[in-house]
Nanobody
Framework: VQLQASGGGLVQAGGSLRLSCVVP???????????MAWHRQAPGKQRELVAR???????MYADSVKDRFIISRDNSRKMTWLRMNNLEPDDTAVYYC??????????WGQGTQVTVSS
């Protein structure tokens, strides 16, 4: 069971992208009970949490993206998005969608590449 992330690409510094994440049908019934998050991993670096949205829509952001990125979700469409504004070269990474169940089990997707040129 994998999440499907899309929306990455090449953009100039200062530009914007919107990443989308679709969960598989197998977990449709429990999506509203799952915290959703976006993580990223740059070359040579550890994977880091970028943003999370809880089941009751509380959000949290890494300091490096606060005020630039917005995470959102639509429980009826079983989707999560990450709107990324004012992108910087340091935002270059593979971005992964993550779903965490009530039991703490994590689901991941294959990732989508974001490249920001200076």
């Amino acid at each position: 069971v994998q999440l499907q992330a899309s929306g990455g690409g090449l953009v100039q510094a200062g530009g914007s992208l919107r990443l989308s994440c679709v969960v598989p049908e197998a977990i449709f019934s429990v999506f509203s009970n799952m915290d959703m998050a976006w993580h990223r991993q740059a070359p040579g670096k550890q994977r880091e949490l970028v943003a999370r949205i809880t089941t009751d829509r509380r959000t949290m952001y890494a300091d490096s993206v606060k005020d630039r990125f917005i995470i959102s979700r639509d429980n009826s469409r079983k989707m999560t998005w990450l709107r990324m504004n004012n992108l910087e070269p340091d935002d270059t990474a593979v971005y992964y969608c993550n779903a965490r169940s009530i039991s703490g089990a994590d689901l991941w997707g294959q990732g989508t590449q974001v490249t920001v040129s200076s």
